[in-house]
């Protein structure tokens, strides 16, 4: 059985949209994040019961299906439920309506627990778990493999990190990734077309003052353009993409 579902209602400010008057794919993420963290506070299981344990919650990879993106002002419902874990990892699901009730996005996510002392995954405590009423599973559930860029094709921009693109897991927040992969495609690419999905998933973590490179392979098979991307910091990876896009 799926567990407890949350939800809250959002209106869209001007500043978390971009050219074209809609949500961005870094904003989208920061809003979704931020209803399951509204979530864990309601539940008693929040960032200072966390940190108590001296552990903090990581995303490992997103799943998006984007069938619009909410436009300027507009009102939406942020619905989101932990729906299941197993000993290692807690899948959380979110969807985005508008007020007509019609579904904007959908997005699947698979969460870690991680010690701030080591850096590394622990096993999933129980009883942070329990509030939420999500089945334990045995298995593990898999997204679709994120297919490796063609080093011969990619075109490379590099970017420092910055002091703000730090976030409280004393990494890089993982919504830059989106803004580095996305700036690594030209301008006239992004102003014609839209995001219709979007399959992350996330490696290394990266430090404040590292360079990092974003890479990028554009492809179109059967009518559908695809865009792989991959970021790096010398030779670890520390997120992969698929992106697909529709024209507009």
Same mark, same amino acid.
């Given at each position: 059985?799926?567990?407890?579902?949350?939800?809250?209602?959002?209106?869209?400010?001007?500043?978390?949209?971009?050219?074209?008057?809609?949500?961005?794919?870094?904003?989208?993420?920061?809003?979704?994040?931020?209803?399951?963290?509204?979530?864990?506070?309601?539940?008693?299981?929040?960032?200072?019961?966390?940190?108590?344990?001296?552990?903090?919650?990581?995303?490992?990879?997103?799943?998006?299906?984007?069938?619009?993106?909410?436009?300027?002002?507009?009102?939406?419902?942020?619905?989101?439920?932990?729906?299941?874990?197993?000993?290692?990892?807690?899948?959380?699901?979110?969807?985005?309506?508008?007020?007509?009730?019609?579904?904007?996005?959908? *997005?699947?996510?698979?969460? @870690?627990?991680?010690?701030?002392? &080591? =850096?590394?995954? #622990?096993? $999933?405590?129980?009883?942070?778990? !329990?509030?939420?009423?999500?089945?334990?599973?045995?298995?593990?559930?898999?997204?679709?493999?994120?297919?490796?860029?063609?080093?011969?094709?990619?075109?490379?921009?590099?970017?420092?990190?910055?002091?703000?693109?730090?976030?409280?897991?004393?990494?890089?927040?993982?919504?830059?990734?989106?803004?580095?992969?996305?700036?690594?495609?030209?301008?006239?690419?992004?102003?014609?077309?839209?995001?219709?999905?979007?399959?992350?998933?996330?490696?290394?973590?990266?430090?404040?003052?590292?360079?990092?490179?974003?890479? *990028?392979?554009?492809?179109? @098979?059967?009518?559908?353009?695809? &865009? =792989?991307?991959? #970021?790096? $910091?010398?030779?670890?990876?520390? !997120?992969?993409?698929?992106?697909?896009?529709?024209?507009?």
């Amino acid at each position: 059985m799926p567990g407890k579902q949350y939800s809250e209602n959002y209106q869209i400010p001007y500043f978390e949209t971009y050219i074209k008057g809609e949500l961005t794919l870094a904003s989208l993420v920061n809003i979704l994040i931020l209803a399951s963290e509204h979530q864990l506070n309601a539940l008693n299981v929040g960032e200072a019961t966390m940190h108590a344990l001296n552990l903090g919650w990581v995303v490992t990879q997103y799943q998006m299906k984007i069938t619009r993106m909410p436009k300027v002002d507009e009102k939406v419902k942020i619905v989101t439920e932990a729906e299941s874990y197993n000993k290692y990892f807690c899948y959380r699901n979110f969807w985005l309506y508008d007020e007509a009730g019609n579904e904007c996005v959908f *997005v699947q996510s698979i969460f @870690v627990m991680m010690s701030y002392e &080591t =850096r590394s995954m #622990v096993q $999933v405590v129980p009883e942070i778990m !329990a509030p939420f009423e999500s089945s334990e599973i045995k298995g593990s559930k898999r997204f679709p493999r994120i297919k490796k860029i063609d080093p011969e094709q990619v075109t490379t921009k590099e970017y420092r990190v910055r002091y703000f693109d730090i976030d409280g897991n004393q990494h890089v927040n993982n919504v830059h990734y989106f803004e580095w992969m996305l700036d690594a495609l030209d301008y006239d690419f992004l102003t014609t077309h839209r995001v219709a999905s979007v399959n992350i998933r996330y490696g290394h973590e990266i430090q404040y003052g590292q360079m990092t490179q974003s890479m *990028v392979e554009q492809l179109t @098979v059967d009518d559908i353009i695809t &865009t =792989r991307h991959k #970021v790096a $910091v010398d030779d670890l990876s520390a !997120a992969e993409a698929e992106i697909t896009w529709k024209e507009r």
